[in-house]
């Protein structure tokens, strides 16, 4: 059962364009929705995170909307740059599960020159 | 200051060796997390440490893996009898304490183990 299902699975994105990835989750007892950047051969390291009391934050060009009844929560990349190229997960964890995360199986974005 | 490493970066075996994997999280960091990844697959949670005794253990697959952390700081994941399925990235995690939301979890960079 893939309890955070995440889309699409790649996306090709022009420098300065907007990029867009979206998941959804099963489970109404996450708490916490992390969406964490992977570089090859690199750990993923946490870009930005959101509780679901608020329904967007945003920190510098990423931001992260959140749909409690839809349950569903979204990343946006403004002016996507060369460098943002790499895996994104969504994860998203509660108390309730000793907050090990479960992540979608990550979207690999290509953003061209 | 140093983040969370592990070790070895890579590891080729033999089916049916034993392994073990290392890792150092970032010091005074309470909770440590072990997650496996697969190829083009997002990490998959193993088993979760708060302190010196395993709190969660319910996603190690089978009684060939078990882990510890005997002094609440280092953890070693050990895999016995590997089969080649064993293959993949094993991600090690620390965070503050075990609560998501205030102990963001930081990764290491894996050991990539590959069963021949």
């Known amino acids: 059962q893939q309890q955070v299902k995440q889309s699409p699975q790649s996306l090709i994105v022009q420098k300065g364009g907007i990029s867009i990835i979206n998941c959804a989750y099963e489970?109404?007892?996450?708490?916490?929705f992390p969406w964490y950047q992977q570089f090859p051969g690199k750990g993923p390291a946490l870009l930005i995170a959101?509780?679901?009391?608020?329904s967007e934050k945003k920190e510098g060009r990423f931001t992260i909307s959140f749909n409690k009844s839809a349950k569903q929560f979204s990343l946006h990349i403004m002016d996507s740059q060369p460098g943002d190229s790499a895996t994104y997960f969504c994860?998203?964890?509660?108390?309730?599960?000793?907050?090990?995360?479960?992540f979608g199986k990550g979207t690999l974005l290509t953003v061209n020159p | 200051g140093a983040g969370v490493s592990q070790t070895p970066s890579n590891k080729v075996t033999e089916k049916g060796k034993y392994v073990e994997l290392r890792c150092d999280p970032i010091?005074?960091?309470?909770?440590l997390y072990w997650y496996r990844q697969s190829l083009g697959q997002g990490p998959e949670f193993l088993i979760y440490?708060?302190?010196?005794?395993?709190?969660?253990d319910s996603g190690l697959p089978n009684d060939r893996f078990f882990a510890v952390r005997p002094e609440g700081s280092v953890s070693t994941l050990k895999i016995q009898r590997t089969e080649r399925g064993d293959s993949a990235v094993y991600l090690c995690?620390?965070?503050?304490?075990?609560?998501?939301?205030?102990?963001?979890?930081?990764f290491g960079p894996g050991t990539r183990l590959l069963v021949l």
């Open positions: 995690a620390s965070s503050l304490s075990g609560l998501g939301g205030l102990g963001t979890q930081y």
């Open positions: 489970n109404t007892a996450f708490d916490y």
């Open positions: 959101i509780r679901p009391d608020v």
């Open positions: 994860a998203a964890n509660s108390g309730g599960s000793n907050y090990k995360l479960t």
């Open positions: 010091s005074g960091h309470t909770a």
């Open positions: 440490f708060q302190g010196t005794g395993a709190a969660d």
